[in-house]
């Protein structure tokens, strides 16, 4: 068994995993390291990367469950102590993670860390030093899925409760289901850590432009609404469990709801408004938008009261 599985949730990209898997190769991470790929097209036909021999394992889904449910299957199919999260077209510094297992990786319990994620040679993501992730950071330190590590034995008993949540339809679970588990160990007293270790760089820079099924954007007002109604419906659909009845998730749903400039007028005005939409259309927007964030602060006082009451019968 290895001590850390790479594992790679992908859709059929044999080239750029061919590139992965020579680095892999080459820098015989396979030593210290599996690597674990998780295909979801039935219909790829990417056997030839499969390696044994070298610990490099091919799998494909028999149909398509799309990336929340393939990144949480990749938990139930690694054998390994840890799980290191790339993607398939990121560049992974395999020396260094040899090195980060050999020389950190034992150092500290932990449930989950955030490695420096970078960009066109910029930080996008990280830290200087060894420190913990503090509630405010959970977002950043774990938006983007690549140079995750997590701690096997620490984070499993989340899985079925995250699995449920994306059956369930749940936007956040769906888009970011490794956000959902950063905030799933915080809410249980985990240790979340931030890690100076440079092991993974983005190979592409996002593209604004794309569309989600109904053909909206990811920076326009729609999809933030929807997000930020998925994230609230996350946190409360915690309060309603009696498990997991907690005045820290309580305060981060009050501190969700006080963000709502942030995760919707903000980048509306600073992308949609300018590029579709007219003075008249924008204002009229961010009155709507104003008055939705009004029923949401009273949804706090409502939320607070139910805990409190509940907690102290």
Known sequence: MSKISV????????????????????????????????????????????DNRQNIFYLKNITNIGYASSFLKLFEISDAEYLFFSSDDDKINFQGLKDFVNKELDLTDFACISTTFTKND??????????????????????????????????FNYINLLKLKVEEDCYFTKTYPQVALFFLCFFDNKKLIWSPAKIVSSGFEFDSKIKDKNGYSYFHPVSRVNEFKSVSYFFRSLLGQESWRD?????????????????????????ERSKFFG?????VFYLKCFL?????YLTIIFYALNYFLKTNA
């Not at 749903?253 to 509306?268: D, E, V």
């Not at 003075?279 to 204002?283: L, P």
């Open 247 to 271: 005045k820290k998730i309580l305060w981060s749903l009050i501190k969700h709801k006080m963000s709502f400039h942030k995760f919707i007028i903000a980048p509306y005005l600073q992308t």
């Open 122 to 155: 910029h930080v996008y993501r990280g830290k200087k030093y060894s420190t913990i992730i503090t509630q405010g950071e959970i977002r950043s330190a774990s938006n983007h899925a690549p140079g995750l590590i997590y701690n096997k034995e620490s984070v």
């Open 279 to 283: 003075v008249f259309k924008g204002i």
């Open 7 to 50: 594992c790679i949730p992908t859709y059929d990209r044999h080239d750029s995993l061919r590139e992965i898997i020579n680095d892999f190769i080459d820098s015989k991470a396979y030593e210290v390291a599996s690597l674990i790929i998780l295909d979801d097209c039935p219909e790829a036909k990417n056997e030839d990367l499969n």
């Open 292 to 296: 939705y964030a009004a029923f949401n």
